[in-house]
């Protein structure tokens, strides 16, 4: 999966979102998202295990278990809506929003200074079951930042 958005620069030009699936099936591999800033430089990069990408899967069960063919339609189904325009949100941090304390390597002249900046984009996505994450380009460090 690869598409194009706004996010180390927010009038762009665009950055390159990947997620690439490596791996003998889609229940045996790996995911690694990686974005890549106008000049060629990987700017982000993460590598989602298959559980990361299908713990969220026990929230839409019917039954007590799945069976592999849904276990792989809903991988599938995570990977293909990825990148969904949903997924992004500026300002990256809201004026109103308070230091989350739990966010390793987050500190707080990063914090102030997105809050500073209503053009800085946010993205979000689901890792594992519930933890929801967000990061953003920070300006001041020059690298992508976890924000939540």
Request: glycine share 6%; net charge positive.
């Amino acid at each position: 999966m690869r598409q194009r958005h706004n996010f180390s620069h927010s009038e762009g030009p665009a950055d390159a979102f990947r997620l690439v699936f490596r791996g003998p099936s889609v229940l045996k591999g790996t995911a690694e998202f990686t974005i890549t800033d106008p000049s060629g430089q990987v700017i982000f990069r993460e590598v989602l295990t298959e559980p990361d990408l299908e713990a969220a899967l026990v929230y839409e069960m019917k039954t007590p278990t799945a069976t592999p063919a849904e276990r792989e339609a809903y991988v599938l189904r995570r990977i293909d809506q990825f990148f969904q325009p949903a997924q992004f949100q500026k300002p990256a941090v809201g004026p109103q929003a308070t230091f989350p304390s739990n966010v390793e390597n987050l500190d707080q002249a990063t914090w102030a200074d997105l809050k500073r900046r209503p053009g800085t984009i946010g993205f979000d996505y689901l890792k594992g079951k519930e933890d929801r994450q967000r990061i953003a380009w920070s300006p001041l460090k020059k690298q992508t930042v976890r924000v939540r």
